[in-house]
């Protein structure tokens, strides 16, 4: 109907107008583009100019306000040193030493992270001619290349970490990206740095594993105060291979996170993938699978604390392309305090994608009077030769479960730590063990 | 499988109740308009204060927009191309049955029906509309010995206008959306129930809806109000004829259950839904809400769709009272190129309020089906539970089912679970209870039927076999 297409242009560019300026502002912030991601920036920057901000009115913004983010770069956020306190989860200089078997690469999206550092064997850079033919396949192959977090991260990011995987790599590949307060210091010391470029950490990481190689990988995305740490990570499965990649977001005081997770996985590939996240004003994860040719098999595993006024979103969508692929997911979500935790679980089964084996289950503990969730599983299946299940759950720790655990004699605050770590460790068991070093989660699961 | 019959086969099999009904009707002029609300209240000389909440209602739906979020497609609907008021020309005042049109009554006979004395259905009383006007109404006395008000809408607003001022428009706001206002300014006509306090309705209260029309938009409304412990159980049931064109149907439907009353609602929806290439059929847009208002009430949603080209319905619970009762038991089955996105809303408010859904969607052909649901559960219900549970059958690979159940609590002590699964009528399945001497239509309409079973159990008996019998029809010709 003609009536109501004008009526959502204009809502749109009504929305477009009153959004345009912090874009603009946004935009003029920012440092020329520079060094290996130049034209990746510009175009970025093309785009984000073109685009509206994601607003509530989508549906897939349905829940997610992006005031908080919009704060960190309009000065309006207060600084960090008088909000991020004693909670700061890690100084940069306070690092945990790397695990045995660990090598550690420092992702800010400026510096070059393998300065003074060797690659472990079977890893390898891209050369000049490869990565940038290689750079956004898999974001256009899952769908999300034009996304508004994907652009801003391209508009930014100066460096991109593209690597190559032969055979199987023995040590694990830690990420570390670190946002924030605690590293302004080193940012100033950059010459034309400017106060965006300060909060705004973007990385940008790009895996081509080759056929049965495999790697294990932990990013860790650390933000403090008025910050954003952003992460697009696209990996490309080779037939047979594994990646293993665990992911740790932990925020502190008005730092946000938005991160997209891209993978491209071919047959006989495997992909398991453990993400904890807890403590950003605004985190927005999406981690996004296609099995080009089906035959693979996917695993998600997540935990998500929101806390105090925390939003903690998490956006999956797993496409199977073809037959006889496999998934296997498990969300976990904890809302205590004001926090808000919203889950939106995609799984996609066209009709070429018989014998696919897909389960999915969101499961929610909900804490507080005045804590929210929202879980939203979306199953769209064609195929007719297919095994689909989801579940989801909202409760608060069982009665039951806590009068077993008292009558054993365990108090009830204990007894409540208890169960919660429980529900947790049923994540974090499967993190990398390099994992268990990062302080944060030693708190919370101290904590829990 | 080579000669043997397919599912497939099975699954398609004509529509019968097809037929055009030849009968002198009165129609107004194509259109919509202030003027046209105007006439629709004046026709049926309707109160200030009914053509009031018609005229807001309109003006309302000049600003909204037809909503776009539902997994449907349609070609855009012209609404200035259908006929807001349709009504088979007749004595004005019909005192009894023998004043009905023969051919209205030889109508609903062929429909499965009998309105005539001696052939209706014992203990069922029905009120028959047939496109924009109800034609009769059976039991009307008996019913009335106990208090029970049951008529057609139009004949509530002049008899009970106290009753209709102080319900209608108060479960689904004019405003509500774009289909819920487009109804409150033309609704034609549609059944009115009231049990008053302490009543247990005697028998069961049904509704017939007839499209007859080729251009005409049926828009009936339902208004449905339990008084303190009442209980009623109230079934509907709908059909249309084959038109290559397709017709709306814009139903709202309103329950209102006060402390301890319980309402039983069931739905057999079988509008023509168009043939194997998708021409023709019902657009079906429906606002169905419940609300339970007192301690303890309960209401009960059944629907069993099988029709219409285009499903958009999501019958719901305001789940107000404390120790309220939600129940939603729902099979849609959608074949060639059906489309539906069905589901409910479960809206606890009321502490300890408690919910139940189970739905069962069926698709084959290339058609598209869609559970897609809400439980929410609000900051004061404390204690409140929901169990949810969505099957999908699929049957050939050209049809989807889709789900998207949206789950949204602030209420930490209140329990929610939701489980879902989808399975296929398979080969070796049916291969098996073909080796046990079963026929392969009979296998399958087992196999549907167990898998619908958990809804039918809650239909009405004498409906729960029909439905089966619909399905299996319906299903003719399509597995394989």
């Not at chain 1, 309009?74 to 100084?91: H, I, L, N, V, Y």
């Not at chain 1, 939003?311 to 037959?323: A, I, K, N, Q």
């Amino acid at each position: 109907m003609m009536a109501s297409l004008s009526d959502t242009d204009a809502a749109a560019l009504a929305q477009g107008m009153a959004t345009a300026p912090w874009t603009q502002r946004f935009l003029d912030g920012l440092p020329a583009p520079a060094g290996e991601l130049e034209t990746v920036q510009w175009r970025g920057r093309e785009a984000l100019a073109r685009q509206t901000l994601p607003s509530r009115r989508d549906e897939d913004w349905r829940f997610t306000d992006l005031v908080p983010l919009l704060a960190v770069f309009d000065g309006t956020a207060p600084t960090a040193g008088s909000s991020g306190g004693t909670d700061s989860p890690a100084a940069a200089s306070a690092l945990p030493p790397p695990a045995p078997d660990t090598v550690r690469l420092l992702l800010d999206g400026r510096n070059d992270p393998l300065a003074g550092q060797t690659l472990p064997a079977g890893l390898s850079l891209l050369g000049e001619g490869e990565w940038p033919l290689a750079l956004g396949h898999t974001l256009a192959a899952t769908g999300c290349q034009a996304h508004w977090p994907v652009e801003l991260n391209q508009a930014t990011a100066s460096r991109c970490l593209a690597l190559r995987v032969s055979g199987a790599v023995a040590s694990t590949l830690e990420l570390v990206s670190v946002a924030g307060a605690d590293v302004s210091g080193a940012a100033e010391a950059e010459p034309g740095a400017t106060q965006i470029g300060q909060r705004l950490t973007p990385v940008r990481v790009l895996l081509l594993l080759e056929e049965k190689a495999s790697l294990n990988v932990l990013q860790v995305q650390l933000g403090n105060g008025p910050c954003l740490s952003s992460l697009v990570c696209e990996a490309r499965l080779g037939r047979g291979s594994t990646l293993r990649h665990g992911l740790l977001a932990f925020g502190a005081g008005e730092a946000c996170f938005l991160g997209h997770l891209a993978v491209e996985q071919e047959l006989e590939s495997r992909l398991e993938s453990v993400w904890a996240s807890r403590g950003w004003a605004l985190s927005r994860f999406e981690p996004r699978v296609s099995q080009a040719e089906g035959g693979a098999h996917t695993s998600l595993k997540a935990l998500q604390l929101a806390e105090e006024h925390q939003l903690v979103d998490t956006h999956s969508r797993v496409v199977f392309e073809g037959p006889d692929g496999q998934l296997e997911q498990l969300h976990k979500a904890i809302a205590d305090g004001h926090g808000r935790s919203v889950f939106n679980g995609a799984v996609k089964v066209p009709r070429l994608a018989q014998r696919t084996n897909a389960a999915q289950l969101s499961r929610n503990l909900l804490l507080s009077n005045q804590a929210r969730i929202d879980t939203k599983p979306e199953l769209e299946i064609v195929a007719d030769d297919v095994r689909c299940a989801h579940g989801a759950t909202v409760t608060r720790l069982q009665q039951n479960e806590l009068f077993y655990l008292q009558s054993r004699g365990i108090s009830a605050a204990v007894a409540a730590g208890l169960l919660k770590r429980g529900f947790c460790q049923e994540v974090l068991r499967d993190l990398p063990a390099a994992a268990a070093g990062w302080e944060p989660l030693k708190r919370l699961l101290a904590e829990a | 499988m080579s000669t043997a019959p397919t599912v497939g086969d099975l699954v398609s099999q004509p529509y019968k109740y097809g037929f055009v009904t030849d009968i002198e009707t009165e129609k107004i002029a194509k259109g919509l308009s202030e003027d046209v609300v105007r006439l629709i209240s004046a026709k049926k000389s309707e109160p200030t204060f009914l053509l009031d909440f018609r005229l807001r209602a309109y003006r309302q739906w000049l600003r909204m927009t037809e909503p776009d979020w539902a997994a449907l497609g349609h070609a855009p609907i012209d609404y200035q191309e259908l006929i807001y008021y349709a009504a088979p020309k007749q004595q004005e005042k019909k005192a009894s049955l023998d004043e009905v049109d023969p051919k209205l009554l030889e109508t609903f006979d062929k429909l499965g029906i009998p309105l005539s004395e001696q052939k209706r259905l014992s203990n069922v009383a029905v009120d028959a509309v047939f496109d924009s006007v109800s034609i009769a109404t059976t039991y009307r006395e008996k019913l009335a010995e106990h208090g029970v008000i049951f008529c057609s809408i139009s004949e509530a607003v002049k008899d009970h206008p106290e009753l209709i001022a102080s319900y209608l428009g108060t479960v689904v706001p004019s405003n509500d959306n774009f289909f819920a206002a487009l109804n409150s300014a033309v609704f034609s006509d549609g059944s009115f129930v009231f049990i008053p306090k302490g009543v247990e309705c005697p028998m069961e209260l049904s509704t017939y809806f007839r499209i007859n029309s080729g251009d005409t938009g049926q828009f009936e409304r339902t208004l449905i109000v339990a008084e303190e412990g009442a209980s009623v159980s109230y079934l509907e049931g709908c059909t249309a004829p084959m038109f290559d064109t397709n017709q709306l149907h814009a139903a709202v439907v309103e329950l209102v259950a006060l402390d301890d009353a319980s309402i039983k609602y069931s739905t057999v929806q079988n509008w023509y839904a168009g043939d194997e290439n998708g021409k023709g059929g019902i657009y079906n847009f429906v606002t169905k809400r419940g609300q339970c208002r007192g301690d303890r009430s309960h209401i009960s949603w059944t629907q069993v769709e099988t029709g219409s080209a285009i499903t958009w319905k999501y019958p719901s619970c305001v789940l107000q009272g404390a120790d309220s009762v939600g129940e939603f038991y729902s099979v849609a089955l959608t074949n060639n190129r059906q489309q539906a996105d069905t589901g409910t809303k479960m809206i606890h408010l009321g502490p300890r309020s408690r919910s139940t859904i189970v739905s069962k969607g069926i698709s084959a052909g290339q058609s598209s089906n869609s559970y897609r649901g809400l439980v929410q559960i609000g900051p004061k219900a404390v204690g409140a539970k929901n169990y949810s549970q969505c099957d999908s059958m699929l049957i050939g690979d050209q049809a989807a089912a889709n789900t998207y159940p949206y789950i949204r609590s602030q209420q930490p002590d209140a329990a929610i679970e939701h489980e879902a699964s989808t399975c296929r009528i398979s080969a070796d399945q049916l291969f098996y209870l073909q080796s046990r001497g079963i026929g392969f239509e009979a296998a399958v309409s087992m196999m549907v039927s167990g898998f619908c079973r958990d809804v039918f159990n809650q239909l009405p008996m004498e409906f729960a076999a029909e439905a089966d019998k619909l399905l299996a029809l319906k299903l003719e010709g399509s597995v394989g």
